[in-house]
């Protein structure tokens, strides 16, 4: 009886929760600027680290060199994980943005020529796509054939 309804592959919008939407686009956009000050920032202490380790090899200061490397994948990694979660920020923003533009537009309206004439373009893509059978040669032909009216009397 309490059964969930079975799942489909299509997006659910809820009025309710269009209410929501502006000020989540909106903190995404801020924590996003706050992502890309901290990617500024890694970067310049990033190469100030590696000028660092530029300048303690040339006085043959190893040892520093050696723990500037630690300290310079340490940086690095940082700034690989920053740059990742600004990309999943970015397409989260993206998402919301599309609620936002299909929220803004009237819920019933038609499709513009523009769009229509791309779905036609994608159908007809679609239908040149598809592949046909090679065409079956006169022996097999019969052969089906044959076979076919076989199974019906067998019937």
């Not at 300290?71 to 979660?85: C, E, G, N, P, T």
Request: contains cysteine; positive net charge.
């Amino acid at each position: 009886d309490n059964t969930p309804p079975p799942l489909k592959n299509s997006l659910v919008i809820d009025r309710l929760s269009a209410v929501q939407i502006l000020p989540a686009h909106d903190a995404l956009s801020k924590e996003a600027a706050d992502l890309e000050s901290q990617i500024r920032q890694i970067q310049d202490s990033l190469d100030t680290l590696q000028r660092i380790q530029v300048r303690s090899l040339e006085s043959a200061l190893y040892n520093k060199a050696n723990e500037l490397q630690e300290d310079i994948s340490m940086k690095r990694f940082d700034l690989r994980v920053a740059q990742m979660h600004l990309s999943a920020i970015n397409a989260q923003k993206e998402l919301f943005s599309h609620k936002l533009e299909a929220s803004d537009t009237c819920r019933e309206r038609k499709m513009s020529s523009s769009s229509t004439g791309s779905m036609k373009t994608k159908w007809l893509k679609a239908f040149k796509s598809l592949k046909t059978p090679p065409p079956i040669k006169d022996a097999e032909k019969k052969n089906q054939m044959y076979h076919a009216v076989s199974t019906v009397i067998a019937m």
